[in-house]
């Protein structure tokens, strides 16, 4: 495993009267895939949101490759582009083809010539298996080739980390397993994941390190053998009952 390179201290965040984050201390490590699981409102989604500044933290700090994000700016954009995000919907432009899905990005935020980033656009297509549907608009696929799009114009800003918000909640149960296929092969290339998801198979197979949280809290985080064989916490015993 590498140096930190996402690291959250000491993070609080409150929507209202909410607690939603408490006290979060959370570092993940170059090469290091790390899912994040839990109960649903325990705050998850908001965590993965405050690390590209989706959300603003009340108080504590947080880096990414030693970088702390501006609120707004240049700066802020550009150290955005570190942090690739997908998402459960799938967020594609609706009037945009495939092809120009995955180039726009490069090409507004990055400054990237229009037929580099098609040829780069057709790597990453192709490495997500979707290679063939450059040329269609993102309603004519199904929800598990939209969602691998969705992958490669995340991968095509050449992120530093990738963050997975429960990427497969909204998909059909026979497309599940084409995106975490996708997911494994980009863990077992090296890249730095950060995994919302309640698919153990997944956490078990690519996860070096399970992080539970509950009511805002990390409450416990183990490998995925000892979470899943040997829970210490009740909170995590309770939900893995239910869950598994
Ligand atoms: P999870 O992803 O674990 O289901 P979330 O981070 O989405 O949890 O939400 C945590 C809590 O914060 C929930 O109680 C949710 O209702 C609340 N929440 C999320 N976003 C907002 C918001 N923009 N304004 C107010 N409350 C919010
Ligand atoms: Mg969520």
């Known amino acids: 495993m590498g140096e ?23 570092t993940v490590h170059r090469g290091e895939v790390v899912v994040i699981i839990g109960p649903s409102g325990s705050g998850k989604s908001t965590l993965c949101r405050t690390i ?47 092809l120009d899905n995955v180039t726009l990005g490069p090409i507004k935020a990055k400054g990237v010539k229009s037929s580099v980033a098609k040829t780069h656009a057709r790597e990453l297509l192709d490495r997500v298996g979707v290679g063939d549907q450059a040329a269609k608009l993102p309603a004519q696929l199904s929800g598990g080739q939209q ?48 995994v919302v998801t309640h698919e153990m198979g997944f956490a078990r197979s690519a996860a070096h390190r399970v992080v539970f949280m509950d009511g805002g809290q990390i409450v416990e985080e183990a490998d995925p053998e000892t979470f899943f064989t040997a829970p210490t916490s009740n909170r995590a015993r309770d939900f893995l009952s239910k869950i598994l």
């Open 52 to 98: 590209n500044r989706l959300e603003t933290i009340d108080s504590g700090t947080i880096t990414v490759d030693g970088k702390e994000l501006p609120e707004e700016g240049r700066e802020l954009a550009r150290l955005r582009a570190d942090v690739g995000m997908v998402f459960q919907s799938f967020n594609l432009f609706a009037h945009r083809t495939v």
């Open 147 to 194: 969602q691998r799009v969705a992958i490669a114009r995340a991968l095509a800003m050449d992120p530093k980390v990738m963050l997975f918000d429960e990427p497969t909640s909204a998909l059909d149960p026979e497309m599940i397993n084409e995106v975490l296929d996708v997911m494994v092969g980009l863990a077992r290339d090296g890249m730095t994941m950060l």
């Open 4 to 26: 930190p390179l996402v690291v959250l201290r000491d993070v609080d965040k409150h929507f209202g009267p909410l607690h939603v984050l408490q006290h979060i201390d959370l």
